[in-house]
Nanobody, 115 residues
Framework: QVEESGGGLVQPGGSLRLSCSASVWRHILYMGWFRRAPGKQREEVASISVVGTTNYSDSVKDRFEISRDNSKNTIYLQMNSLKSEDTGVYYC????????????WGQGTQVTVSS
């Protein structure tokens, strides 16, 4: 129901673009990206509402950009100036019914930032 793609290995300072598609629903109010870094709890890094309102964690602000294509129920996370601390498993979360994170998660995609 929720499918991510685009992870991989990148050097510090590099860029990656993640995609998340949730095609089962016609309308989705909340879509967001979370990550779980090694040894840490999962945290929300970016989210976008159906009207395009975005939120970012302080750790990724000005480096990451979330965007959305409502016609495809797809979101993207453009990650620039990547740092080693951005390493982790990135998960997509969607909530068709409300403006906060919901119960639907993707399987996760690994992002590794290393030289």
């Amino acid at each position: 129901q929720v499918e991510e793609s685009g992870g991989g290995l990148v050097q510090p300072g590099g860029s990656l673009r993640l995609s998340c598609s949730a095609s089962v629903w016609r309308h989705i109010l909340y879509m967001g990206w979370f990550r779980r870094a090694p040894g840490k709890q999962r945290e929300e890094v970016a989210s976008i509402s159906v009207v395009g309102t975005t939120n970012y964690s302080d750790s990724v602000k000005d480096r990451f950009e979330i965007s959305r294509d409502n016609s495809k129920n797809t979101i993207y996370l453009q990650m620039n100036s990547l740092k080693s601390e951005d390493t982790g498993v990135y998960y997509c979360n969607v909530n068709p019914y409300g403006g906060r994170p919901g119960e639907f998660w993707g399987q996760g995609t690994q992002v590794t930032v290393s030289s």
